[in-house]
């Protein structure tokens, strides 16, 4: 019989998001709800398996890592795109890599809940009230202010959108952007430093590459208002972390909502689980009980054409 791990279940969510029943008889199914961060230890794990369930990019699988496990045969994310698995080495080691299906919305529905938060203070004062506090501070008004989307594709569009419907002008820029889509999307297109100079909230919607890495550093954030706000939902590596924490230490900019990080899950006493002007989510853009029921029920379906001889939704 086969084995499968679910690994870096985070939530303990795995075993009640499917029906896992098909593959009894077939395949011994084991779930991890921990995160493993030294390979050497990653390897050891998982040694014994034929079958790798991963949660996005939570644990990497470098050319290292698929040379340490020779049992393997099926990889298996969830998402259509994972960044962090070698495909290269994968298939130099015979590995079948398949994917599932992924939502479209609920990155978008997260950056506003980020968005929000930021605005309307809800984390500050949900702490005050509980500290005893009352009305500390003044939160910030949405209609007629300037909401800067940096990448207009499925996920920017729609935070674009709502944009709208609050009152907003709201304007794109991305390395690529033409202004036919800007058109399209009802926005007004913005050069990089307009963006920068011009918004009041700065929403990231790119995926990252060579060219959108640390494409927001020291430079970009001098040119953001001192009462502008950064939220990423992408991938943290597109901003420069040392500038950012250094731009909100100094209030170069008011904050920011930061679902993604240079280094994930978070390290204990990094410097922005301490900042006041920041509100933090731990990638939680896809963690979504509907993302759920999808990634794990596809991922049985994936299993199971795969021992048919028939694979699924490969990547590879």
Not at 103 to 126: F, G
Not at 233 to 253: K, M
């Amino acid at each position: 019989m086969k084995k499968l791990a679910v690994i870096d279940d985070y939530e303990r969510a795995a075993p009640s998001s499917a029906d896992w029943s098909p593959l009894d008889g077939k395949v011994e199914v084991t779930f991890f709800h921990d995160h493993l961060d030294d390979e050497s230890s990653i390897a050891e794990r998982l040694a014994d398996f034929e079958i790798v369930f991963i949660m996005r990019e939570r644990t990497p699988f470098p050319h290292s890592l698929f040379a340490r496990l020779p049992k393997l045969e099926h990889l298996i994310t969830s998402g259509k795109r994972n960044a962090s698995i070698d495909l290269a080495a994968a298939k130099q080691h015979g590995v079948v890599v398949s994917g599932t299906p992924i939502l479209p919305y609920p990155a978008a529905e997260h950056a506003w809940a980020l968005l929000l938060a930021l605005a309307k203070r809800i984390p500050a004062d949900d702490r005050q009230m509980r500290a005893g506090g009352w009305g500390v501070d003044l939160n910030v008004g949405l209609k007629d202010k300037t909401l800067g989307v940096i990448g207009l594709g499925k996920l920017g569009s729609q935070v674009a959108q709502v944009g709208l419907a609050f009152g907003m002008n709201v304007i794109a820029w991305s390395p690529n952007l033409p202004r036919e889509r800007c058109a399209e999307v009802g926005v007004g297109y913005a050069s990089k430093q307009a963006l920068l100079r011009d918004a009041d909230f700065i929403s990231i919607h790119l995926v990252l590459g060579e060219r959108s890495r640390g494409l927001i550093g020291a430079n970009e954030l001098a040119l953001m208002k001192p009462t502008a706000f950064l939220i990423n939902t992408s991938r943290g590596p597109i901003v420069d972390e040392r500038a950012l924490i250094a731009a909100l230490q100094s209030n170069v900019i008011a904050g920011a909502g930061l679902d993604v990080f240079e280094t994930e899950p978070l390290p204990q006493g990094h410097a922005f689980r301490s900042l006041s002007n920041t509100v933090l989510s731990p990638h939680q853009g896809y963690v979504t009980h509907e993302n759920y029921r999808i990634f794990y029920a596809t991922a049985i379906e994936n299993i199971l054409g795969w021992l048919d001889g028939k694979p699924l939704n490969l990547l590879s």
